[in-house]
């Protein structure tokens, strides 16, 4: 176990395996994420829109800083994953470049009963 995987952050591909101002979608453990390059920087959320549970994220418009969801039109910052209006919308990731690979933490949520 590498000193990335021993901090929660889990290979997902080379820097260069990412097109600018595309998406791509990777699934981690029970995890859909959705990583987008823009301006060279990387940003991860998941995957799953929350309007209709559509596992469509990665494959949405960029446009102002957001993504926006290609079934129903939704957007979420790529920075935080929330709404334009504020609220709640998409969990993000952190996101580690190590010698031009990307790593993403991702924490499992479990279900409180």
């Not at 590498?2 to 990412?18: H, M, V």
């Not at 799953?48 to 994220?57: F, G, M, N, R, V």
Request: charged residues 25%.
């Amino acid at each position: 176990m590498n000193d990335q995987q021993k901090s929660g952050f889990e290979f997902i591909c080379k820097y260069s395996d990412l097109k600018d101002l595309e998406g791509k979608r990777f699934i981690i453990g029970e995890t859909e994420i959705a990583v987008f390059k823009i301006n060279n920087e990387i940003y991860a959320l998941n995957n799953i829109c929350p309007h209709q549970h559509t596992a469509l994220i990665y494959d949405g418009l960029i446009e102002d800083g957001c993504v926006v969801c290609p079934a129903h039109g939704w957007k979420f910052d790529l920075r935080t994953g929330k709404k334009p209006s504020g609220s709640r919308g998409l969990d993000s990731y952190r996101v580690k470049i190590v010698d031009g690979d990307i790593f993403v933490q991702v924490i499992s949520k479990g279900l409180n009963w």
